[in-house]
């Protein structure tokens, strides 16, 4: 069963109403336009993710691969259990990433929020964007390149992993900050080399660790393709949600602990990752269609964020709903590395940003769009910081 008129565009301005029908009447569908199999349905979902023998990460072709070259995302098991066993604990609560957490993360934010205009400025750019991609810097040991630079990496290796339709100026944009982004990381292995056990930055503890410096390279460019990104529109979500909705605003106000269930319903009602993508490595069966072996398959993670057949009232942000974890940070073997870093450096972030500015407002006439299939979140916030 295929599905012949869905463009990317569809699915990048207005991907929620195209998900939604296909639960209905066609939970596992080809889609001529991205080449691929969109399963959209949270059992088929599940069932993908627990069958990594025959949902193949290391898909060919791969975006990733040629984005960032092979890393933990493009292997499977046994071989991705022993590259996660090398990266996993700087990003765990007694890693580096707890260290930041504690220590530097308020510091960071309020630096950035010090420097802001008070007489309005863009929430996207001037606060989300610098917090993430100064988080994840200071967390790897590469905050000597300043946070513009760290962005500008990251745009440009998520351009080329979104390239559905290989559009040959995103490949280039994807092959410069590949390469630049490689030389800056191997001339940081070099240091760490030098400095031994004095360097305890994150990309000071992968050389210790015994990973080789090609699997740094690459695996590094993976986390800023996704750290960044994802944490800056974690917060651009969390915080629009709070300023679009004065009544969890104000619950928040009441009870500043509800902060943390509503950064967990924003990422499930939002979910800024699109989808995982797999290859069936034979003939497979999945929500009654039969998807041929070779074929690439992706899971669908907004949309199983948003199955009704899973939530009750799935659209809707409920800081008191019980129903399990959702799946915006994957459900199985490559669930994200960084989801912890991720969780703390969004719900600080719009802490800070809150309590510096207790009035923030949108500016009206600016209304918040959000664009994107396998990386959504907004544009741009518009804000005043006064009555
Ligand atoms: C806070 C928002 C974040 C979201 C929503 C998110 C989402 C995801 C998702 C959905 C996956 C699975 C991809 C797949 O299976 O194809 C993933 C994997 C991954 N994420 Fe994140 N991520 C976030 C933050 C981070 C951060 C801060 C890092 C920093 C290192 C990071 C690093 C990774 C890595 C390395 C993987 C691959 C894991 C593996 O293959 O085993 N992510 N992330």
Known sequence: MSAPSITLADLESDPDPILAE??????????????????????????????????????NPSFLARALGQNML??????????????????????????????????LADEIL????????????????????????????????????????CEGL???IANFENDPELTELGRVAKQELGEAIAERIALAGA?????????????????????IVNNVRLMISGGINEPRDGIGLVTWVLLDRPDLRARVAEDPPKLKRL??????????VGTVTRQATE?????????????????????????????????????DRREGAHAAFALGTHRCLGEWLGRQVV??????????????????????????????????????TGP
């Open 283 to 319: 003939d497979v069966e999945l929500g009654g269609v039969v998807i041929p072996s070779g074929s690439l398959v992706a899971g669908v993670l907004r949309s199983v964020n948003l199955d009704e057949s899973h939530w009750t009232r799935p659209n809707e942000i409920d800081l």
């Open 74 to 107: 493009t292997t499977d098991p046994p071989e991705h259990t022993r590259l996660q066993g090398l990266f996993r604990p700087v990003f765990q609560p007694g890693g580096r990433s707890g260290d930041f957490a504690s220590g530097e993360l308020v510091a």
């Open 158 to 160: 998520c351009a080329d």
């Open 347 to 384: 719900r600080v972030g719009v802490e800070r940003l809150f309590e510096r500015f207790p009035d923030l407002a949108m500016v009206p006439g600016a209304p918040v769009v959000l664009h994107g299939f396998e990386f959504r979140g907004p544009r741009s916030i518009q804000v005043s």
């Open 22 to 59: 296909m639960r209905r009447s066609r939970p596992v569908v080809f889609v001529e336009a991205l080449d691929m199999w969109l399963v959209t349905r949270w059992d088929d979902v599940a069932e993908m993710e627990s069958k990594p023998d025959v949902f193949s990460a290391a898909t």
């Open 195 to 215: 400095q031994g056990d004095a360097d305890d930055s994150g990309i000071g503890l992968f050389v210790r660790s015994g990973a080789t410096p090609e699997e």
């Open 263 to 272: 950064v967990e319903e924003v990422f499930r009602v939002f979910s800024p």
């Open 114 to 153: 010090g420097g802001l205009d008070p007489a309005g400025f863009d929430v996207m750019s001037d606060f989300a964007q610098p917090l993430a991609a100064a988080s994840l810097a200071t967390v790897l040991g590469l905050d000597h390149h300043g946070f513009d630079r760290m962005w500008a990496w």
